[in-house]
């Protein structure tokens, strides 16, 4: 197994080998950026990868999102979704409910519209109100914001219910 900056250096090692072979794109990134992450799920385990992106301490789900961006592609969406949920349920076997920690040191706008599909799968499958991952959700604490998910969250907070607005941590 990888430790935690071997698995950075091993990514990185893949993305700048995928980079050598094709020139990186200065307009137009996400079919790119999508083709070097196939490259990366082709080198480097799936489960390995979630493994490192992924974790649980005491009651709660600790996700990385910069591990994470490297090897996001479509073809891939249900798998994280899954192994998402399935950490929700380990921690409910000890907990009655769980907090979700997202480091998004490095997200930015075109992370988002590059992001926006596996981010609306995951609402539409873990944060509906008949959810098991939203009803058993505590807190969603998101660290490292950038001033954008301030912004957009101080404009369209008013339109969340308010149950889920109670939720969310912006640090």
Do not use: W
């Amino acid at each position: 197994m990888y430790a935690q900056d071997e698995i950075q250096n091993k990514i990185q090692a893949l993305q700048d080998q995928f980079y050598s072979k094709n020139s990186k794109n200065l307009f137009i990134k996400k079919a790119q950026k999508h083709e070097c992450a196939t490259h990366v799920t082709q080198h480097i385990d799936i489960a390995v990868l979630l493994e490192k992106t992924f974790s649980i301490k005491d009651n709660g789900i600790y996700f990385e999102y910069q591990i994470l961006k490297t090897f996001t592609h479509p073809s891939n969406y249900e798998q994280i979704i899954s192994y998402i949920n399935d950490l929700a349920k380990v921690c409910l076997r000890t907990h009655e409910t769980f907090d979700l920690h997202i480091n998004l040191k490095s997200f930015s706008i075109t992370a988002a519209q590059r992001n926006k599909e596996i981010i609306q799968l995951f609402c539409e499958r873990c944060l509906q109100t008949d959810a098991l991952f939203y009803n058993n959700l505590n807190k969603l604490y998101l660290h490292n914001c950038p001033g954008l998910v301030q912004t957009l969250h101080s404009l369209f907070g008013g339109f969340a219910d308010k149950n889920a607005k109670n939720k969310l941590v912006i640090m």
